[in-house]
């Protein structure tokens, strides 16, 4: 739980603007291994060299905004001032060292150039000191030589138990004096709660006992330590107290199908928090004051209906409410409890306003918006409504932001382009988290602060990267002590783990779709199998980082293609519009257009190509077996949807306010009966030859057990074999060890018995 860091759609839209084009005859040519590609011998300017190389040696297609930001880590300052100008070999030398990640204590051209020689980067070519189009495709194969510098022998086989199982204790987070140590470790095969004294010997203490289902996530109420469970996967989190020997665990909201969440710890006030409970209506939560001692709850504000959160100021007073009907929605605000709520913000159909925090005195609240504009940006309004913005990103939405509650100011507000990169709002945080970067010798897209004490000496740091699971930290800014907590999964070789490659292409209609690409380690990226991987949501989108499912999939020799296809969250609003009512249509075409771009790069071998994805991405599973069946060898379905109209009908309760979202964005079962008729692949069983795989829990409440249900009935009725996993304890994704394990070996079979 990263605690004060205010959260915001996690997203990201690249905007087209003027760098280095190239034609497609530059592409094929910088992807062509060859050496006898007939071209027009012509001197080469520096721009069109740099447009090739970025084509050659990354996977940025589509992006122009990704192609720039990459050429200027290439060229720095005052070099290559005037691009029309031919290309010299030590300056394509100095770009090419850069682009091989090869620089070292270079500071000359004539340096730069001894380097790329030594690479091997001009190999077959003349003494000539300009380069002409022929010359760069050579150029480009040695250099691609140099980068690839495989064996194509792969690298040993890692068990599905050592990706899967229980990676170790995480989650780490400071009780609020910074004398104790939480985390989550398991026990009895179950991620349970353990305490630790700080600058003390004695052995960590476990507070909780869960044998029938992991903990969810802990926090403390001054020293009063909880925890969030629930049962089989049902969703309804439920929380607990605990004593700091375990001895005495209490479900402090013991009700029946209801689930809880925190609002407030409400700092100042003893022993008591606000949480938001649909205790009397399924469908709504309304807030109450919980006793963390006792269970007492108290209604604190009842929902009419149409809440969709709530705010509380400093004090711990609810003064701020988002009313909506799912589509259009109003900020609603009051002086005090004693109050009616009455308009403060109105928001149109795709307007996002989202209250984080008031501000200290209370005369401000701290929001994320795109009201007025396309891109999320991190504001203030005042009580009148009237807006101040403090973080916006030219190029992306802002991701979250670091706001010191003690401090009343923003530290730094955090925003996504290929990785997570910041923008420090405070010297003095900025120069420590510099510190801290530069004591553990990490890109600042590795580092994370995780927690941190209300003083602000004390803090819980992370670092993790594509290859590493992570590792936590503990920072001692008085003493300027760094202590290693612990590292996730530390039977995993970084060394073996494959690295994640961000990527851009233009789908069929012009849009800029973004992504990533593994690799498998130390094999040619040529002809290989393929997993693409839809996500979930599908308002939600993959990012830059470690992903278990994806390493071991690229440890078994598979590329695997994650695409942030339109209606990804947090890549602006007209791309998240993009996606409405497309589900099985544009949306699919985006994942499609992916395949291919990865079979036209000469990556993946077309007749090898499997799709797997879950709950949205297991949709996308099955609208691309019915609506491309030509196109995957193999295909595996966990958790998705086969039939819109069932889902639609049985969303849990309590996205009751969000159903007119669902018929904005998905489509109304009466007035888009036809569409959703086509989008929805139990309907179209019969154009399905692709083999299946389906897996499902049996306590899903978002994606109901009859969704595979109906899938498997209908192609068994057709005689066609389908491989099915039910999990009676588990929900939407299986988290029990045993069953994660089971499903992920039975996966790897599957795929490799089709694609290998």
């Known amino acids: 739980m990263k605690k004060r860091f205010l959260t915001a759609s996690l997203a990201v839209i690249l905007t087209a603007s003027a760098v280095y084009p190239v034609s497609m005859q530059e592409v094929r040519a910088a992807n062509e291994t060859s050496s006898q590609v007939e071209v027009k011998e012509e001197s080469l300017s520096a721009k069109d060299f ?22 200027d880590k290439w060229v720095k300052g005052e ?128 507070v909780s006992s869960a044998t029938d289902r992991d903990i969810a996530g802990s926090f403390w109420k001054d020293n009063n330590l909880l925890y969030l469970k629930d049962k089989g996967g049902d969703e309804n989190f439920h929380i607990y107290s605990t004593s700091f020997n375990g001895n005495e665990e209490k479900d402090l909201t013991p009700y029946p199908n209801v689930t809880v969440g ?25 807030v109450y004051k919980l006793n963390v001692k006792t269970g007492e709850t108290k209604h604190v504000a009842k929902n009419p209906g149409n809440i969709a959160s709530w705010l509380a100021d400093r004090d711990g007073n609810i003064r701020i409410a988002v009313a909506s009907d799912g589509v259009e929605g109003t900020v609603l605000y009051r002086e005090t409890e004693k109050d009616e ?54 190029e992306v939405d802002v991701a979250g932001v670091l706001y010191s509650a003690e401090q009343d100011k923003l530290l730094y507000g955090a925003y996504l382009t290929d990785k997570p990169h910041y923008q420090f709002f405070d010297k003095s945080f900025e120069e420590l988290f510099r510190k801290i970067q530069t004591k553990l010798n990490v890109e600042e897209s590795e580092l994370g602060i995780n927690d941190y004490n209300k003083e602000m000496t004390k803090f819980i740091v992370s670092v993790s990267s594509d290859t590493v699971y992570g590792k936590y930290y503990y920072y001692d800014s008085t003493t300027d002590e760094l202590t290693e907590l612990a590292t996730l999964s530390l039977w995993l070789n970084p060394e073996e783990l494959a690295e994640m490659h961000p990527i851009s292409y233009k789908s069929r209609d012009g849009l800029t779709i973004n992504g990533y690409l593994t690799l498998p380690k130390n094999k040619d990226a040529k002809n290989l199998p393929l997993i693409v991987n839809p996500h979930g949501g599908p308002w939600a989108r993959d990012v830059w980082g470690f992903n278990p499912e994806v390493q ?110 669902f018929y904005e964005r998905v489509g109304h079962p009466e007035k888009d009966k036809e569409l959703l008729t086509e989008a929805s692949p139990v309907f179209h069983v019969d154009k399905i030859k692709t083999p299946l795989f389906v897996a499902q829990g049996a306590n899903d409440p978002r994606v109901n057990q009859a969704e595979s249900d109906q899938i498997v009935k209908a192609l068994r009725e057709r005689g066609v074999d389908v491989e099915y996993m039910l999990k009676e304890n588990e929900g939407h994704g299986f988290h029990n060890e045993e069953n994660r394990i089971e499903f992920y070996n039975a996966m790897v079979k599957f795929l490799d018995s089709h694609l290998k």
């Open 341 to 394: 709520f009455k308009p403060f913000i109105e928001m149109a159909a795709g307007d996002e306003v989202t209250p984080l925090a008031f501000s200290k005195d209370n005369k401000h609240i701290y929001a994320t918006t795109n009201k007025g504009r396309d891109k999320v940006e991190f504001v203030k309004y005042d009580l009148e409504g009237k807006e101040e913005v403090i973080m916006s990103n030219a």
């Open 552 to 661: 071991l999939l690229a440890n078994r020799g598979y590329a695997v293609l994650q695409v942030n296809f339109r209606s990804s969250t947090g890549y602006g609003k007209e791309f998240l519009d993009a996606g409405n009512k497309q589900w099985g249509l544009k949306i699919q075409d985006d994942i499609t257009d992916g395949v291919q771009w990865a079979i036209d790069q000469g990556i993946a071998d077309p007749e090898r190509v499997g799709i797997y994805g879950a709950s949205f991405g297991g949709y996308a599973t099955l609208a691309g077996i019915t609506k491309t069946p030509d196109l995957y060898a193999a295909a595996v379905d966990y958790v998705g949807v086969s039939n819109i109209f069932t889902l639609l009908d049985t969303i849990p309760p309590y996205w009751e306010t969000m159903r007119n979202m």
């Open 50 to 71: 740099l447009g090739l190389t970025v084509t050659a040696l990354t996977f940025q297609h589509g992006s122009e905004t990704m192609r720039q930001q990459t050429i």
């Open 262 to 286: 925190l609002l407030s710890d409400l700092q100042g006030v003893k022993d008591e928090i606000l949480i938001m409970m649909n205790k009397e209506d399924a469908k709504v939560f309304d």
């Open 79 to 206: 070099e290559l001032k005037d691009l029309s100008l031919h290309i010299k070999r030590d300056e394509a030398a100095r770009i090419l060292v850069r682009a091989l990640n090869k620089e070292e204590k270079e500071a000359t051209l004539a340096e730069y150039q001894e380097k790329a020689n030594k690479l091997g980067l001009f190999n077959g070519l003349s003494n000539s000191e300009s380069i002409s189009k022929q010359d760069a495709v050579k150029i480009l194969n040695n250099a691609k030589n140099v980068k690839n510098g495989v064996s194509n022998e792969g690298v040993k086989e890692i068990s599905v138990e050592d990706f899967m199982k229980n990676p170790g204790s995480f989650g780490y987070s400071l009780s609020p004096d910074g004398n104790y140590i939480t985390y989550s470790a398991a026990w009895e095969n179950r991620s349970n709660v353990f305490v630790k004294k700080m600058n003390d010997d004695s052995e960590p203490v476990r």
